[in-house]
């Protein structure tokens, strides 16, 4: 008798524990559920006016409206590009140019360092594979390389370029303050 009752008793105390482990549950699931509804905000539709019409972009130009604006005006786009060969050439500006302390300087120019011997390795690469390329293909290369090889001279001109400024930062102070009252010789 005591043993049925034992066993009873761990039938009922097991069945509860269930009952109350899956009304938990329950109760967990219920809550994510509702507390996902209530992050979700009703979706509402933009209605657009006259006033908003200024701050909408232009729409980029297609294909077709490009050929019809470079085919109306190719008189123009002709002299143009004869000013343009006669202007000098622009050097582009560089990201470390201006350093404002010798440490920055020396940052800027072991950066520079870094980045033409990645140059020359990428220019190495490119002769290796100019000369194994199929005779359809080294055209192409061969410009890659001649625009890669103006843009390591350029990148060569800001170092030199960045160590004359560190060479003049490192001067005295008053020498600088000299050679401010003096003007520059030309």
Not at 126 to 147: F, G, S, V, Y
């Amino acid at each position: 008798m005591k043993m049925k009752n034992t066993i009873v008793i761990s039938a009922i105390l097991a069945s509860a524990t269930a009952l109350g482990l899956s009304s938990a549950a329950v109760a967990q699931s219920d809550s994510q559920k509702s507390a996902k509804q209530r992050k979700q905000p009703p979706k509402t539709q933009k209605v657009w006016t006259n006033d908003d019409l200024g701050s909408v972009p232009a729409p980029a130009p297609t294909k077709q409206d490009q050929t019809v604006q470079s085919g109306a005006s190719e008189q123009p786009a002709a002299a143009n590009q004869t000013a343009d060969s006669q202007q000098p050439k622009v050097t582009r500006t560089f990201a470390f140019t201006n350093p404002k302390t010798v440490e920055d300087a020396d940052k800027s120019i072991a950066w520079e360092n870094r980045d033409i011997q990645a140059q020359q390795e990428g220019l190495d690469k490119l002769r290796r594979q100019i000369a194994e390329a199929p005779a359809d293909q080294k055209d192409r290369l061969t410009k890659l390389l001649e625009e890669r090889t103006q843009i390591l001279a350029d990148t060569r001109n800001e170092l030199k370029s960045l160590e004359n400024k560190k060479k003049d930062m490192q001067k005295p102070p008053a020498d600088n303050a000299s050679a401010a009252a003096e003007p520059p010789s030309q």
